[in-house]
C-alpha cells in the first residue's frame, strides 16, 4: 500500500505532534493555539466519510463543528479562549457556541478512538460490531432516541472491515498500527479538552 496517500499516516502523525505539545504545555503558562488543534481535527473527518451512510450524522456534525471553530479561531488564539468567552456570557452550553461545539467535536475524536480500539480487538471482529460498540460507549448516551434508532438502521449500511481497509489505502497490519498511534496520542488531546472544562466547574455529562 502506499502510505504517503493514506489518510490514516496524516492523522496519526499530526495527533502524534498535538500530543507532544499538549503535555509540553502542562507545566507552562502557555496554551493550545485552536487553529493547530482545528488543523488537526479537520484531517478526521475523511474517516466519518469512509463509514458510509451509518455516520453520515456525525460526519456531518463533526464538520461543521471543526469548520465553526476554524472561524472562531480567527478571533480567539488559544482553545482556552473560547471557553472563557462563553463563561462570560453564559452561553457553554447554548447550541451553536464555540464551547458546545468544541465539545461535540472531542466527542468525534473519542468516537474514532473507541471504533479503533474495537476495531483493532480481533481480526473476527466485523467493522459493523465495532462501530456499534463505539457508538454505544461515547455518543449514545448523548443523542436522542430518534438519532440512536437511526444510527442502529444505518449501521447495516457500513463497509464490510476489508472495503474499509480499501478506501484507507491500508492493509490490516499497516492500518493497526497506525490507529494504536491515534489512540495513544488522542488520549492526552482528549484529557487536555477535558481539563479545560472541569477546571471551569463545568460538567462533562452533555
Same mark, same amino acid.
Given at each position: #500500500?502506499?502510505?504517503? +496517500? /493514506? $489518510?490514516?499516516?496524516?492523522i496519526a502523525e499530526s495527533f502524534e505532534l498535538l500530543a507532544k505539545l499538549v503535555v509540553s504545555l502542562k507545566d507552562s503558562s502557555e496554551e493550545l493555539r485552536l487553529d493547530m488543534l482545528c488543523d488537526a481535527c479537520s484531517l478526521? /473527518?475523511? %474517516?466519518? /466519510?469512509s463509514l458510509g451512510l451509518a455516520f453520515k450524522f456525525a460526519e456531518l456534525e463533526y464538520v461543521s463543528k471543526v469548520h465553526d471553530l476554524a472561524e472562531a479561531s480567527k478571533k480567539h488564539v488559544t482553545v482556552p479562549t473560547? %471557553?472563557?468567552a462563553d463563561v462570560a456570557n453564559d452561553t457553554v452550553k447554548t447550541p451553536g457556541s464555540h464551547s458546545r461545539n468544541l465539545r461535540r467535536v472531542r466527542q468525534g475524536l473519542d468516537l474514532i478512538? +473507541? %471504533?479503533f480500539e474495537q476495531f483493532m480487538s480481533t481480526d473476527e471482529y466485523s467493522l459493523r460490531d465495532a462501530a456499534s460498540t463505539a457508538y454505544a460507549q461515547v455518543c449514545a448516551p448523548y443523542h436522542s432516541w430518534t438519532v440512536r434508532t437511526a444510527v /442502529? +438502521?444505518? #449501521?447495516?449500511?457500513? $463497509?464490510t472491515r476489508e472495503q474499509l481497509l480499501l478506501k484507507l489505502n491500508e492493509t490490516n497490519q499497516s492500518a493497526e498500527k497506525k490507529m494504536r498511534r491515534y489512540i495513544d496520542a488522542s488520549g492526552p488531546v482528549i484529557e487536555y479538552i477535558d481539563n479545560l472544562y472541569i477546571s471551569r466547574k463545568i460538567t462533562l455529562d452533555w
Amino acid at each position: #500500500m502506499d502510505n504517503v +496517500a /493514506s $489518510p490514516l499516516t496524516a492523522i496519526a502523525e499530526s495527533f502524534e505532534l498535538l500530543a507532544k505539545l499538549v503535555v509540553s504545555l502542562k507545566d507552562s503558562s502557555e496554551e493550545l493555539r485552536l487553529d493547530m488543534l482545528c488543523d488537526a481535527c479537520s484531517l478526521v /473527518s475523511v %474517516l466519518f /466519510s469512509s463509514l458510509g451512510l451509518a455516520f453520515k450524522f456525525a460526519e456531518l456534525e463533526y464538520v461543521s463543528k471543526v469548520h465553526d471553530l476554524a472561524e472562531a479561531s480567527k478571533k480567539h488564539v488559544t482553545v482556552p479562549t473560547i %471557553l472563557d468567552a462563553d463563561v462570560a456570557n453564559d452561553t457553554v452550553k447554548t447550541p451553536g457556541s464555540h464551547s458546545r461545539n468544541l465539545r461535540r467535536v472531542r466527542q468525534g475524536l473519542d468516537l474514532i478512538r +473507541a %471504533l479503533f480500539e474495537q476495531f483493532m480487538s480481533t481480526d473476527e471482529y466485523s467493522l459493523r460490531d465495532a462501530a456499534s460498540t463505539a457508538y454505544a460507549q461515547v455518543c449514545a448516551p448523548y443523542h436522542s432516541w430518534t438519532v440512536r434508532t437511526a444510527v /442502529s +438502521a444505518g #449501521m447495516y449500511t457500513l $463497509p464490510t472491515r476489508e472495503q474499509l481497509l480499501l478506501k484507507l489505502n491500508e492493509t490490516n497490519q499497516s492500518a493497526e498500527k497506525k490507529m494504536r498511534r491515534y489512540i495513544d496520542a488522542s488520549g492526552p488531546v482528549i484529557e487536555y479538552i477535558d481539563n479545560l472544562y472541569i477546571s471551569r466547574k463545568i460538567t462533562l455529562d452533555w
